[in-house]
């Protein structure tokens, strides 16, 4: 099993930066992908972007070129690099580890940009 502990999140103007944290309970060098997802109030959880084990990495359209993910094997973390923040971007943000064809999550933590 991977345990997934968010953090990082809180409350950011719209222009500004936040980096989240995932650490993970195992080497996260043998896991085959981890990513962030987000969940805005009545809306579904989306992929914001994605890291592979070969680091490959993927990103949702609206936040190319603004968020970066990356990850530290020695820490057992999985960071997501958030630039020039919109209200849009306003939701809880999971991470996510997908190992041994099963998926993990964190609890989340939210993210709040204001106008």
């Known amino acids: 099993q991977v345990q997934l502990v968010e953090s990082g999140g809180g409350l950011v103007q719209a222009g500004g930066s936040l980096r989240l944290s995932c650490a993970a309970s195992?080497?996260?060098?043998?896991?085959?992908?981890m990513g962030w997802y987000r969940q805005a109030p009545g809306k579904q959880r989306e992929l914001v972007a994605l890291?592979?084990?070969?680091?490959?990495?993927n990103y949702q359209d609206s936040v190319k070129g603004r968020f970066t993910i990356s990850r530290d094997n020695a820490k057992n973390t999985v960071y997501l690099q958030m630039n020039s923040l919109k209200p849009e971007d306003t939701a809880v943000y999971y991470c996510?580890?997908?190992?041994?064809?099963?998926?993990?999550w964190g609890k989340g933590t939210l993210v709040t940009v204001s106008s």
């Open positions: 996510n580890a997908y190992w041994y064809n099963m998926d993990y």
């Open positions: 890291l592979t084990s070969g680091s490959s990495t």
């Open positions: 195992r080497s996260i060098f043998t896991i085959n992908r």
